[in-house]
């Protein structure tokens, strides 16, 4: 531009002179000009799938190398043992699916290529969902790597298309237009053109031709340009999948009490209460996932802003920037840990402003009949307040060493781990409740001809269990060959310094009296920085253990719910277990930050060595 | 021998064996209402293996069951015990109704139901599933054999006392209960004793306890003094009583009369002269089931055409004789659920006098429940007929609805349809496009209709 | 005369007694239905298919607390922080007002449609709540107990309603309650009115052949298929309730709106019943809770606004219905509680305790005295109205039944009804 400039001054001082060179410069740069404009243009289409969508896109969801994770399913090792399952070939040998097995083998055979390779040539590099609110249209877009390979193969099967159609002697399904000397396709309601690239295939008018548009001309604001999604992108993770969804402007959408102010599930608030807080504020969502042969990792990502959090949720996101969960312990045979920060008296007694009315009456109710358990101490404030906000639930898998006092129907152990905020004053209270109840449940029992529970103290760890054994029945004259499932039970409460113990059985609570934190606990991934709210783990070598101890209850319940025979039943929970085996555990997480918030969760699978 | 004499003293009466050359026909029609009455219907294999063995033949088929009818049976009872982990009755409804559907020897299984109402205990009272279970399996042990041992049994079976709330019997207070219910209900009928029987039988009993779950005689509360009961004078040490009750004239007639509304006819109510030969062959026979009931299995009384459609299918009746007659299987615990639903709990009798049977199954509600109940079976994803989907099972006829409605109607109904029913239903088939729907829905609304209710 | 006119003349026969043969063939119902058959007509013509519905309160319902005596000096003095002051009860009389919580049952009473029966109990109170509940099911002490309730008896008695609906129903979830249990009736127990419809997918098409399935057909003149014919009858009965009631619950409330409450719901399908025809009398629910040993304050009043709340709309529905001068509802618990409150601001189990009765053909008010806050019976009220008498007087003067062979012995009826 300068240059112009330059050469304008000069032609204005030498005018008369000048007037037959003035001409040849203007057009030297008219074609500059030009030339520049057209590399501009061509700069300016678009690259990466967000520079094609519109900026009103609200959804968007991108699968990098798509054919990489078909061979990855299809070739994985534990493939052939899901598909011996009776169910997968029970549905497999169903209509809809050898529909689709029938009409893909035939493409194969038209195309004279394998559906995996179709894939690879047309949508090779990626695969892109997209919905866009304002003309309320969905986007599927496949980039090839390859173009011309994918030009033919569209070509290809419009052609198969209406030969088919032709056959059958129905019309033309494909009907051709142009929009701005480009070809455009419509099957259906599906639109469909080959941009560069790229296929994208779209339901509404609309938004097929701003795609043209943005083919040709490059697009002023698109989703590339939207804040929010720029944000979400630099929190993307590792991994082929990557989600992004604009919070804000579907939360218009919904109706105006679809995030309820009060639920009427306390259960349900005191796992995902936070998340009704979000729900209520956050403006976007990113979410990446990997998928790999031994596993797959999922992290979820939102902003956070701290007066997000409200009031009435202290109970739940914590004060301040405290409200961590303890650290995992050490558990043998341990199924599933949860550990949680939540301070369980206040959201009792905030019940007023967290939940519906029935539901408070029903709260209310209970508080009556069990501060009656408890001898008239409130329960909210003085048994629920005895503890700090943060615990542990732990469930573990029991072994049965005495066959004398195996149950029937094996369960695993339960326990509560809590720190208390008083010890010297909440021990004798809690062991005194403890016994009162044992009290209670014995003369219930006798009332109904359960077993007894016996009283037994010990010392342990530098503290003292108080527990409850059932006794062995009297008379051994029974049908079944194990006891019944009260025997899976011996309740105990622990106390040790300020760490307390409610456990379903004795030996589950000798255990985690003395049970250490791990190191490194956590393997689900995301950001380790952050305050860990709540943190969970299954670990499926022991949930299959559990299984395999009750293999004849399992059977029998398949033969009476299911209708099979012995045989058929007892070949379809083998298989089940021995599929649980290959699994081995699923970790969750869920953190925040100053910023942040985060739901990480990954499962593990164990895959099967060359002779298994 | 004993079929000998049978033979000699019957000849005359409508109890003498049905004869194809001069009472009816052989065929597939006979066959399939002998197996209403005496099994839960039966597979198309089944029936003509039956009708190609004839009718004493397919009766004795009938009474000693398959040929693997020992090795089910071990089979069955560890099923039970693995069942019984929950001690849940209702669990224990799930394993009876699993079965009723699947068990090779039906007719035992018809008894065992049929002593199950008659000897009425019930699971909301009897929460102990390990008592009800041991009482079903002396019903089994006995449903053909020997009387008099079963009501000894049941007499001092804790189930039965916990349920008729006899769990203890004092001298000083004799309960009456039990004593009553033993006379009116187990063994004589209404009407065949006296109140003061009542009271002098109920001292017979006393000492008689359940303590933890288990029958026990307490000897310082028993009344040994001399009761004058119908007729007799004695102590009645130990539980002679009860053979007393057993000896009196009108038992024989009450028992025979219970069978004949089980196996022949609701009603009308048959007479004396009519039950008198079977009471008589009850007797002869010391009180054994079986002998009576193969006579009135074989007779011309049971299998003639004035015995079909005679009976009011029970819900038993409707929903596993569908499954047994289409040779399939289904979700027992969703059928038990329905049973009970329909007015038939198994181990859930609705009182102490088990099920009437008759017209009572029959009200606005069960009719209800039993035409959502058929619905819910055709269409629950586990159900199979011949080892396949009722849609795929019922497509061999699903083209043609008439042929569908002749193929079901043969195969599952008592009597021939009306013509206009016929035609309603032909038209409800034609009207549905679809055809894996159409087979299910006539299949619904055939068995839901009233001739459906008739066995 | 079509087919369906002769079928219900051959009722009628039948229910006239005649035809021994079939006659006996119905089992031993039949002869009460044969002695009956002329009381149950007369008493239908008189009572004009009255009905009772019974809510049970289960738990022990504080009476003191509901119909407050809040002038009372040893009433504030034996219940510091439970008392309900004089401030807050709804004013009935100079003595009495009601728990702030029971606003809807103050408006019936000023309707005049709420009767009060003070101090109903028994003789030797039994404070467990099984045995009391069952003494007032059965109306038998243990040692004498048969499995039968009051209504189980009085419907095996009585029990001829047309169109084959059942004599008694029960809504709900847990076991049918004694009083309903009966040696020759079954009582059906519904959990919700799903169960009176047509279920699936494909409802109505199975609906539409049943209808025309069972109207169809000249056969089913003979005698020979005199069964058949009842068959066909009652499903032709079936389908024609399941539609009644089909249309009944969709159809609006008409402007009564029923509180979101377990039991309102379940008075509210009892009213939807009720408008379309079904002739079931009597209709038993059951509200639990009351059994408040600790902390009752909130607790009572949660379960008194929702009883009140439920009885009150119920009540408006059937008035708009126009049904109201031939319903009765009865509301009892099993026993009352201590006049003393405890140390867990809570009381714990009683005798004596109002019975509250609501219905268009009651005399409204307060029947009886409080009994006397003075003399307890080891810290509970004295009874001096036995509860066998309530029975009585709904047995008898309302729904038309004999009380004395139900019962056991003869009882006085109260002055509660009017008309």
């Not at chain 1, 920085?529 to 299959?544: D, E, K």
């Not at chain 2, 196996?263 to 089931?289: C, F, G």
């Not at chain 3, 709309?313 to 126009?322: C, F, K």
């Not at chain 3, 019975?355 to 268009?360: A, K």
Request: with cysteine; proline share 5%; charged share 25%.
């Amino acid at each position: 531009m300068a240059f112009l400039s330059t050469h304008a001054r000069d032609s204005r001082a030498s005018n008369s002179a000048a007037r037959p060179r003035f001409g040849w410069r203007v057009l030297l740069a008219g074609c500059l000009l030009t030339a520049a404009t057209t590399t501009l243009a061509q700069a300016q289409q678009p690259e990466s799938a967000a520079e094609w969508l519109p900026d009103s896109t609200v959804l968007y969801v991108e699968l990098e190398h798509p054919s990489e994770l078909v061979d990855l399913v299809l070739e994985h090792p534990l493939r052939p043992r899901i598909e011996a399952l009776d169910a997968v070939k029970q549905a497999k040998s169903e209509k809809p699916y050898r529909d689709i097995e029938a009409g893909v083998s035939m493409l194969e055979a038209q195309l004279g290529m394998p559906w995996t390779s179709l894939l690879s040539s047309v949508a090779g590099e990626r695969v892109v969902v997209a919905f866009d609110i304002q003309s309320l249209g969905v986007a599927v877009g496949l980039q090839s790597a390859d173009p011309e390979t994918a030009d033919r193969l569209l070509d290809k099967l419009i052609e198969l298309a209406r030969a088919d159609a032709q056959a059958n002697g129905r019309p033309d399904p494909v009907r051709e237009a142009t929009i701005r000397d480009l070809k455009v396709y419509r099957v259906g309601d599906a639109r469909l053109a080959r941009l560069g690239d790229w296929t994208w295939v779209t339901n509404k008018d609309a938004l097929g031709r701003s795609m043209v548009h943005a083919y040709l001309d490059g697009r002023e604001s698109s989703l590339a340009s939207a804040p929010h999604f720029a944000a979400a992108l630099e929190t993307r993770q590792a991994g082929q999948l990557w989600a992004f969804a604009e919070i804000e402007r579907l939360r218009i959408l919904l109706p105006p009490n679809a995030i309820p102010e009060r639920t009427d599930n306390p259960g349900a608030e005191l796992l995902v209460g936070g998340f009704f807080d979000l729900a209520r504020h956050i403006p976007y969502i990113s979410a990446s996932a990997a998928v790999e042969t031994d596993g797959l990792s999922v992290v979820v990502a939102t902003p956070l802003e701290s007066d997000w959090k409200s009031d009435v949720r202290e109970y739940w996101w914590g004060k301040e920037e405290t409200g961590a969960a303890p650290s995992r312990l050490q558990v043998d045979n341990a199924v599933a840990q949860i550990e949680f920060h939540r301070d369980i008296s206040e959201m009792w007694l905030r019940a007023g402003d967290l939940f519906v009315d029935q539901t408070i009456d029903q709260l209310d109710q209970a508080d009556s009949t069990l501060s009656t358990l408890f001898l008239g101490a409130d329960f909210a404030e003085d048994i629920l307040g005895a503890f700090e906000p943060s615990g542990h639930l732990i469930v573990a898998r029991q072994s049965f060493d005495d066959p004398a006092v195996t149950p029937d129907i094996k369960l695993p152990a339960f326990a509560l781990v809590f720190t208390m905020e008083q010890p010297e004053r909440m021990q004798p209270q809690l062991r005194r409740i403890f016994q009162s109840l044992i009290g209670f449940l014995n003369i219930e029992g006798a009332m109904n001809g359960r077993p007894q529970l016996d009283l037994t103290m010990e010392a342990a760890s530098g503290g003292q269990i108080v527990g409850a054994q059932y006794l062995p029945p009297l008379s051994d004259e029974r049908e079944t060959q194990g006891l019944p499932i009260q025997y899976n039970f011996s309740p105990a409460v622990g106390f040790a310094g300020d760490r307390c113990v409610i456990a379903s059985t004795l030996p589950i609570a000798r255990e985690l009296l003395q049970a250490t934190p791990i190191d490194n606990a956590d393997s689900s991934g995301g950001d380790t920085s952050a305050t860990n709210n709540t943190t969970a783990s299954l670990q499926f070598g022991s949930l299959q253990g559990i299984l395999d101890d009750n293999q004849s209850q399992l059977i029998a319940q398949s033969m009476l719910d299911d209708g099979k025979t012995m045989d058929e039943a007892t070949r379809d929970i083998t298989l089940l277990i021995e599929l649980l085996g290959w699994v081995d555990r699923f970790d969750l997480r869920f953190s925040h930050g100053s910023s942040r918030a985060e739901v990480s969760a990954r499962l593990g699978l164990r895959l099967p060595t060359g002779d298994e | 021998m004993a079929a000998l004499m049978q033979g000699s003293s019957l000849a005359a009466t409508p109890w003498a064996p049905f004869d194809p050359a001069v009472d009816g026909a052989w065929n597939e029609r006979r066959v399939r209402h002998l197996l209403r009455r005496a099994a839960f219907g039966g597979s198309d294999e089944l029936v003509a293996e039956l009708v190609a063995a004839g009718p004493a033949a397919a009766v004795d088929r009938l009474i000693t069951g398959a040929d693997d009818a020992a090795d089910r049976r071990a089979a069955s009872e560890q099923l039970a015990r693995t069942v019984l982990a929950n001690n849940a009755p209702k669990r224990l409804s799930a394993w009876w109704t699993y079965e009723l559907i699947t068990t090779p020897h039906p007719l035992r299984e018809r008894m065992t139901l049929f002593w199950h109402g008659h000897f009425a205990t019930g699971g909301d009272k009897v929460t102990d599933a390990e008592a009800l279970y041991r009482q079903n399996r002396l019903f089994r042990d006995e449903a053909l054999g020997d009387f008099r041992r079963l009501t000894h049994a049941v007499a001092q079976d804790p189930a039965m006392l916990i349920y008729l709330d006899s769990v203890t019997n004092r001298k000083a207070h004799p309960n009456e209960n039990f004593a009553r219910e033993l006379m009116e209900l187990f063994v004589l009928g209404e009407g065949n004793y006296t109140e003061a029987d009542v009271q002098q039988l109920a001292r017979c009993f006393t000492g008689w306890e359940v303590k933890q779950g288990r029958f026990r005689f307490n000897r310082y509360q028993h009344d040994g003094g001399e009761k004058s009961i119908m007729g007799k004078t004695d102590a009645f040490p130990d539980a002679e009583a009860v053979d007393w009750v057993i000896d009196q004239p009108s038992a024989p007639f009450f028992i025979v009369g219970k069978l004949y509304r089980l196996l022949v006819a609701d009603e009308p109510q048959p007479s004396r002269e009519l039950l008198a030969p079977l009471a008589q062959q009850l007797v002869d026979a010391e009180w054994r089931i079986e002998p009576v009931v193969r006579t009135m299995l074989a007779s011309k009384q049971l299998l003639g055409d004035s015995a079909i459609g005679r009976k009011v299918r029970s819900p038993v009746d409707l929903a596993v004789g569908l499954l047994r007659s289409l040779d399939g299987i289904t979700s027992s615990t969703a059928l038990a659920d329905d049973l009970l639903g329909m007015g038939m709990g198994l181990f859930f009798p609705p009182n102490v006098k088990g099920w009437d049977g008759g017209r009572t199954w029959i009200s606005s509600a069960t009719l209800l429940a039993r035409a959502n109940s058929l619905g819910r079976l055709i269409d629950h994803e586990s159900t199979r007929f011949n080892s396949v989907s009722p849609s795929e099972y019922l497509s061999q006829w699903t083209d043609d609805p008439v042929r569908l409605v002749t193929e079901l109607e043969q195969r599952l109904l008592a009597v021939t349809l009306p013509a206009a029913t016929r035609e309603k239903l032909i038209a409800l088939g034609r009207g549905i496009d679809q055809p894996e729907r159409r087979g299910r829905v006539v299949l619904q609304a055939m068995m839901s209709g009233p001739l459906a209710q008739l066995a | 005369m079509n087919n369906r006119q002769r079928l219900l003349q051959r009722r009628l026969f039948l229910q006239q007694g005649a035809v021994a043969g079939t006659a006996l063939a119905l089992g031993s119902r039949l002869p009460g239905i044969l002695t009956q058959a002329a009381a149950a007509a007369r008493s239908r013509a008189d009572d004009g298919d009255r009905i009772l519905i019974v809510v049970q309160l289960s738990g022990g319902n504080d009476g003191l607390n509901t119909v407050v005596p809040h002038r009372n000096e040893l009433y504030q003095a034996a219940r510091p922080t439970l008392r309900i002051a004089s401030a807050d009860v709804l004013g009935i009389n100079d003595d009495f007002g009601f728990h702030p919580a029971c606003r809807a049952l103050a408006d019936l009473l000023e309707q005049d449609s709420l009767a009060i029966v003070q101090g109903v109990g028994y003789e030797q109170p039994n404070r467990s709540h099984f045995e009391s509940m069952d003494i007032w099911h059965t109306c038998r002490r243990k040692e004498e107990r048969g499995s039968d309730g009051w209504l189980g008896r009085a419907f095996d008695r009585h029990a001829e309603t047309a169109g084959n609906d059942p004599p008694g129903l029960f809504l709900g979830a847990n076991k049918l309650p004694a009083a309903l249990v009966a040696r020759d009736t079954q009582v059906p127990s519904i959990n919700s009115p799903e169960q009176f419809k047509f279920q699936g997918a494909d409802a109505q098409l199975v609906a539409d052949a049943l209808q025309e399935g069972s109207t169809a057909g000249e056969a089913m003149t003979a005698e020979e298929d005199e069964l058949a014919a009842f068959l066909s009858e009652s499903t032709a009965a079936a389908v024609e309730a399941s539609g009644k009631i089909a249309a009944a619950l969709e159809q609006s409330d008409g402007g009564s709106s029923y509180p979101d409450t377990p039991l309102a719901t379940k008075l509210r399908t009892i009213a939807r019943l009720i408008e379309s025809g079904f002739q079931t009398r009597v209709y038993y629910v059951e509200i639990d809770g009351f059994d408040t040993h600790a902390q009752q304050a909130d607790a009572h009043r949660a379960l008194l606004e929702q009883w009140s709340g439920a009885v009150a709309a119920l009540t408006q529905d059937l008035a708009r219905m126009g049904r109201l001068d031939d319903t009765l509802v009865l509301s009892f618990s099993e026993f009352g509680r201590r006049v003393a409150e405890n140390a867990s601001e809570g009381t714990d189990h009683g005798a004596a305790a109002p019975v509250f009765l609501t219905g268009g053909r009651v005399a409204g008010g307060i029947h009886g005295d409080l009994p006397s806050l003075e003399n307890l019976d080891d810290g509970d009220l004295r009874y001096h109205t036995d509860f066998r008498r309530v029975y009585a007087t709904v047995l008898g003067q309302w729904l038309g039944w004999n009380p004395t062979p139900i019962l056991g012995q003869s009882f006085e009826p109260l002055n509660v009804l009017r008309g």
